[in-house]
């Protein structure tokens, strides 16, 4: 059995997935890469895919789909794995060479140790092209380091300090056991991939590393500014979705909770921010049509994130409002790196 499945969501790709698939190569023979060709049709990704499968056979999987969008790839990967952890790398993004046999080697440590673990945390770099200093997403404010721990250790999170796709590697079965399942033709499931499981982990570690570089800078990227105000409607659906499948309020323990509903403030904020930098009466409406949703859907969770500092600068028009507002928007633009 293999230590780690990588799932490579692949969708015209062919211009940058070397880079990303030779990063994780350097893994081995502990590692089985699955590279989910998602339907592309104007280049020779799939062709690619297949050469690395014919070249490292024991390693690489390529796997053919009709196109179902970035979280059917996700799930097409999960379905395929057959490592005991799970990651997702994408296609324009790498994993650091030098860091990451140390994470496989800890990986093995609790596959092989009697200490069991269900996620393992690191940092990730915005990769931003033409960025002379690169930020780094950390978490030794809020996790302790380098020691199996329970969200009853969890510290502090800062303001737009999230754990996100880049920075989890989940335990397979974990994913598999609480039914995850991912929207088709739908952008921003990352982030119901790294929210819906986090109660059913138990156990965790941080790694005070920087494994993954997460690429910023192509204009058709997803995370381009204007590309998510064209996107609202997706944006909004997914928000709705995390929303709906829990009673956030009743998750347990009492820190756990507080970071799920943390996020979803952040995932208002951002529906929220689009709707307000779009310009457009229409996307105005959206944007109260999705707090009337949570409202009629919560009233209870509606009201802590309507009073909250980020729910204030989101529903007010007053100048303290608009500062707010700003503020909001630097914390979006923490929070995906959006440009």
Not at 21 to 36: D, F, H, P
Not at 217 to 223: A, I, K, P, T
Request: net charge neutral; hydrophobic share 40%.
């Amino acid at each position: 059995m293999k230590l780690l499945s990588i799932a490579v969501p692949c969708y015209n790709s062919a211009a940058y997935m070397k880079n990303c698939i030779e990063s994780l190569l350097v893994g081995g023979e502990r590692v089985e890469i699955i590279i989910v060709d998602d339907g592309s049709a104007k280049d020779n990704t799939l062709e690619i895919a297949k050469e690395y499968e014919a070249k490292y056979p024991t390693i690489v999987k390529a796997v053919h789909q009709e196109n179902g969008g970035h979280g059917e790839a996700v799930n097409t990967g999960l379905r395929e794995a057959g490592g005991i952890y799970f990651k997702v790398v994408d296609s324009d993004d790498h994993l650091d060479p030098a860091i990451f046999p140390k994470v496989l080697d800890k990986l093995e440590e609790f596959v092989y140790g009697q200490e069991k673990i269900d996620m393992l945390c690191c940092n990730f770099v915005y990769d931003k092209q033409g960025a002379e200093h690169k930020k780094v997403m950390a978490y030794h404010t809020a996790f302790p380091v380098d020691t199996p721990f329970t969200w009853n250790d969890v510290r502090f999170f800062m303001l737009g300090q999230y754990i996100l796709m880049h920075s989890v590697i989940y335990r397979t079965e974990l994913l598999r056991s609480c039914h995850l399942q991912l929207p088709k033709h739908t952008f921003y499931v990352d982030n119901i991939y790294v929210y819906y499981p986090l109660p059913h982990v138990k156990k965790l570690y941080y790694m005070d590393v920087n494994l993954y570089r997460y690429y910023i800078g192509r204009e058709d990227q997803s995370v381009n500014e204007q590309i998510m105000i064209s996107r609202i409607d997706q944006q909004i659906r997914v928000t709705k979705l995390m929303l709906d499948s829990y009673d956030v309020l009743k998750v347990q323990p009492g820190k756990l909770r507080k970071y799920m509903i943390s996020y979803l403030n952040i995932m208002m904020t951002i529906s929220s921010i689009l709707a307000i930098r779009s310009g457009t009466e229409e996307n105005m409406e959206k944007k109260q049509e999705l707090w009337d949703y949570l409202k009629t859907q919560n009233f209870k969770l509606w009201f802590k994130l309507r009073t909250s500092f980020l729910g204030q600068g989101m529903n007010m028009k007053t100048k303290p409002g608009l500062k707010l507002m700003e503020l909001a928007y630097r914390i979006t633009q923490k929070f995906y790196g959006f440009n």
